[in-house]
């Protein structure tokens, strides 16, 4: 049918027309959009049991299987939408393919955020009827929406640099040419179709028509995060953003002392923040937050001999932090649709729903061992789940901090009573206090369960912090 291309992909993100636009591709003939054919939750769409043949747990064990039935599909061109938390072993494999055709859609992505918090709350993820229509109101949640916001941003960046370092170019569709038709004949076009259409899908109804105002209950302080958080333009974030580090927004800054906390996920931030706060005796929202790259550069022209410091945490508790955090537990932000891979794929030996007076230590050792196993395979891309930035390994986290600046001091957990009072009083602090640990909200602690095998299982999946920053036996 092309011949440029024998496969497309459409990078897109949840609430952003994917499915609108899926419904129009395929209605052009020669064409076929095959759904979320990588999605490591389910395959191709919620409910299916194949595509093209290829089952879920054969996608999962041989991902470029499927991506070579795409290729060689008879039926025409053939393709699949692909978001940021897809399946990565098979994105290099996409993004090198100068004959997979990349159609890259993107939203406003604040709008993107309120139309998924509608869809959460009224469980509509698609209108046909509008007589069906449900009616909700999103509730903004600023830490939420930056995790979005971050998500989308660094995706965005990594289809961009690919693209340029390969020579290959991509056909870019926001979300409002999805209505016009000249657009979608267009992109058909450019995908070798023969045939247009002559009008839109209309199967498929938008949601939620009224102006944003409308559709958020908190309005007012969505208006003041977004303040905030603004950084250039973010109705254009796919293509204007300043490449960052990703951890920069988490970075914290004292409120008097120059002190600069570039925290490592699932490390003992909520001690160290109480610590920052109690050095200049003010509350957690007097500290400096919500950092950009021009900010941060600001922050530390107006303070001369600030200092910066990261906390190591021991691999196998900051392990357990991240299991107990956002696996096992099922509250605000935990990674439920995770967890629920993690039980289904994986045999996560760990409850439905909160664990409850039935779940013993064994099991929660048992369910801990298991977590550990599945973080080897994960940290070697052996899996469709994420590497997620709460169980990354912390040498890693620390490459990305240096595509801006690096830390001057790196502090180990079980050291922090020495080396941080020590650091405040080197910017001048004539009297800092103690850092006081903050226990990991767990239904066991981990030296409860530890012995080792658990500790085995930990160095197999972290050999590489345990051999860089020197990590003995966490007992």
Not at 140 to 162: K, R, W
Not at 391 to 406: D, H, I, K, R, Y
Request: contains cysteine; proline residues 6%.
């Amino acid at each position: 049918m092309s011949d440029r291309f024998d496969s497309f992909v459409v990078f897109a993100e949840m609430r952003t027309g994917s499915n609108f636009l899926e419904a129009n591709l395929n209605a052009i003939d020669g064409l076929n959009c095959l759904g979320e054919v990588f999605n490591p939750h389910f395959i191709g769409y919620p409910n299916a049991e194949d595509v093209l043949g290829v089952t879920q747990a054969e996608r999962d064990r041989d991902p470029l299987g499927l991506l070579n039935e795409i290729r060689g599909y008879a039926g025409g061109l053939a393709g699949f939408r692909f978001f940021h938390d897809h399946d990565p072993r098979i994105l290099p494999a996409i993004l090198e393919d100068a004959r997979c055709a990349k159609i890259i859609l993107t939203r406003n992505p604040v709008d993107s955020y309120v139309s998924w918090k509608i869809a959460q709350a009224t469980g509509q993820w698609k209108l046909t009827n509008v007589k069906t229509r449900k009616d909700a109101k999103a509730q903004f949640d600023a830490d939420e929406f930056e995790v979005h916001l971050d998500a989308l941003q660094a995706f965005q960046i990594t289809l961009m640099n690919a693209l340029q370092t390969s020579g290959q170019t991509a056909f870019y569709v926001a979300y409002e040419d999805l209505q016009d038709v000249a657009v979608m004949n267009g992109l058909a076009r450019w995908l070798g179709a023969a045939s247009e259409l002559d009008s839109l899908n209309t199967a498929l109804k938008r949601q939620n028509p009224e102006p944003i105002s409308q559709k958020v209950e908190n309005y007012a302080e969505m208006a003041q995060a977004l303040a905030r958080l603004d950084r250039f333009n973010l109705t254009r974030t796919p293509n204007f953003e300043p490449r960052r580090g990703p951890a920069v927004p988490g970075y914290v800054g004292g409120a008097r002392t120059p002190l600069l906390y570039m925290p490592l996920r699932s490390g003992p931030e909520e001690a160290v923040r109480n610590w920052m706060c109690a050095l200049d005796d003010v509350s957690e929202e007097a500290l400096v937050r919500d950092f950009t790259q021009q900010s941060l550069r600001q922050w530390k022209r107006e303070r001369p001999g600030h200092r910066s410091f990261t906390v190591l945490r021991h691999p196998l508790a900051r392990a357990h932090d991240a299991f107990c955090s956002k696996i096992l537990s099922t509250g605000k932000g935990s990674y439920k649709g995770i967890r629920k891979t993690l039980r289904r794929a994986h045999n996560l030996p760990i409850p439905e729903g909160e664990p409850g007076a039935d779940y013993t230590l064994e099991a929660h050792r048992e369910a801990f061992t298991a977590f550990l196993h599945f973080l080897k395979a994960n940290l070697a891309g052996q899996t469709a789940v994420r590497i997620d930035g709460h169980w990354a390994s912390q040498s890693q986290a620390l490459q990305g901090m240096s595509e801006l600046t690096l830390p001057d001091m790196l502090v180990r957990e079980d050291e922090m009573a020495s080396y941080l009072p020590a650091l405040a009083m080197q910017v001048g602090h004539p009297a800092p206090p103690d850092p006081v640990a903050v226990p990991t909200q767990a239904p066991y602690a981990l030296a409860q369960i530890y012995d080792d095998q658990i500790e085995s299982a930990a160095r197999e999946a972290y050999q590489r912090d345990y051999v860089m920053f020197g990590f003995g036996d966490w007992g």
